[in-house]
């Protein structure tokens, strides 16, 4: 008797993608920055405050202050939001090139009488058990309609000269915060912090988009049908773009071009609107009268492929090290008449090539558009442990956070001239 074969059905195929793992916040770092004279430092727990949409991470601190040096003076924390527009070294006319968005001062040293004290996070309670009676803790918050930070790419010629959205941390000894009286450069220090957006935690959808165009001369259309292979993509991943094209007209498909564009959209004195390719695939696809295409093309848009690009929009940054393009805005609902500054999304567009009366290649207006959000991964947040286990970063004057000459003194050339405007 014969045992029959069994029949087995093949298992399906198994795509392995390769995921970009959350980074994690460095673990008991603490960042300060002193005064020339040595008469305060300042202490910070992170560098990055996160955007969640529905709020901004406050920013606590601590101030380490010799108040025998100090005296009779007051000691002042101020968190200031710029646009930087050109380069800070060129006056016109008494015409700077920057823009205050944002301006919050309070008072430190000595702590206003009456005023409630806010609870201090572990961090502060941390310092304090450290430094004792010198410490005094600080407390600001960023408005959630101030834009995140955001860098310009510079040009061939351009050396530290960042354009774009910045904050930053100004701490200074002054009698009065009247703006006839000079503030001391040696008795002042200025630490730059970002404002950043993380990719939101929510189920991933999977943009598609159609459209049928008619022709003259031709009794049916062309349709067009583009997809993404998801909605979200962390920095550096590839972007799949699924195109279809049904050819029932008479016209030929020619070429086949597909994008991935950065758009900027500049607020201040007016509203403009920038666009840049950050990635392009061009390929010649021939789709006749009658048949049928379709075809997944992949784009890369990553910083490494567009160096050469003057104005493209950054992540804004703290150290001189690598970059990756900037991340994608995401409002506040309600908030879009409020914001100032750069505001940045993405999109995916595909164009066909037509034929036209002639013979000769014209782009007919055959194009769809997808937009997509590029962000990088929420970080694995890593809280503090205990005291013994922590790790003092030291910005030094003329260090690699700087971003700009007058932060490279360690000191905001403009403090007894900055206004807010809101």
């Known amino acids: 008797m014969e045992i029959p074969e069994i029949q087995t059905t093949p298992a399906p195929s198994v795509i392995i993608t390769q995921m970009n793992l959350p980074p994690t916040f460095p673990k008991n770092i603490i960042f ?19 955007d969640h ?9 601590t101030l380490v202050l010799d108040t025998g040096y100090i005296k009779n003076r007051k ?39 009456g005023e ?6 572990k961090l502060q309670e941390l310092l304090a058990r450290k430094f004792g009676d010198k410490a005094y803790p600080f407390h600001l918050q960023i408005p959630d309609y101030l834009p995140c930070s955001v860098t310009l790419q510079l040009g061939p010629n351009e050396i530290d000269k960042c354009c774009g959205v910045d904050f ?41 988009v159609k459209t049928s165009r008619q022709f003259l001369m031709s009794d049916k259309p062309i349709h067009l049908e583009a997809s ?13 773009v699924s195109v279809e094209v049904i050819n029932h007209s008479t016209k030929t498909v020619k070429k086949i071009k597909i994008t991935a564009d950065q758009v900027m959209s500049v607020v201040l004195y007016s509203h403009d609107k920038y666009s840049q390719t950050v990635a392009v695939q061009e390929v010649d696809e021939q789709v006749t009268p009658g048949s049928t295409l379709k075809k997944v093309y992949t784009l890369h848009p990553i910083i490494a492929n567009n160096l050469e690009k003057h104005g493209l929009a950054l992540d804004g940054k703290i150290r001189h090290e690598d970059n990756n393009l900037a991340s994608t805005t995401i409002l506040k609902e309600g908030t879009n008449r409020k914001v100032w500054g750069i505001l940045v999304s993405y999109r995916v567009r595909v164009k066909l090539a037509v034929t036209g009366m002639l013979g000769d290649p014209l782009f007919r207006g055959v194009v769809v558009e997808l937009p997509f959000l590029m962000m990088q991964p929420t970080p694995l947040n890593e809280s503090l442990v205990d005291d013994d286990d922590i790790q003092f970063e030291d910005f030094d004057h003329g260090g690699p956070m700087a971003v700009t000459e007058d932060l490279k003194e360690g000191m905001e050339s403009s403090f007894n001239k900055s206004r807010a405007f809101f």
């Not at 527009?85 to 919050?104: N, P, T």
């Open 32 to 50: 300060n920055k002193s005064t020339r004279d040595k008469s305060i430092a300042v202490y910070l727990g992170k560098r990055d405050f996160i």
């Open 53 to 61: 949409v529905t709020h901004t991470d406050p920013v606590d601190g």
């Open 75 to 113: 000691v002042f924390c101020r968190l200031l939001c710029a646009f930087r527009y050109g380069r800070e070294d060129i006056d016109v006319c008494g015409l700077k090139f920057r823009r205050d968005l944002y301006m919050s001062t309070v008072q430190v040293y000595p702590p206003p009488l």
């Open 116 to 121: 409630k004290q806010k609870p201090q996070t």
């Open 168 to 208: 930053q941390i100004i701490v200074f000894c002054a009698k009065t915060l009247s703006i006839d009286e000079k503030i001391s450069k040696r008795s002042s220090v200025a630490m730059v912090i970002r404002k950043v957006q993380y990719a939101p935690e929510k189920p991933i959808s999977q943009p598609v």
């Open 228 to 240: 993404l292979n998801k909605e979200i993509f962390y920095h550096g991943q590839p972007i799949e």
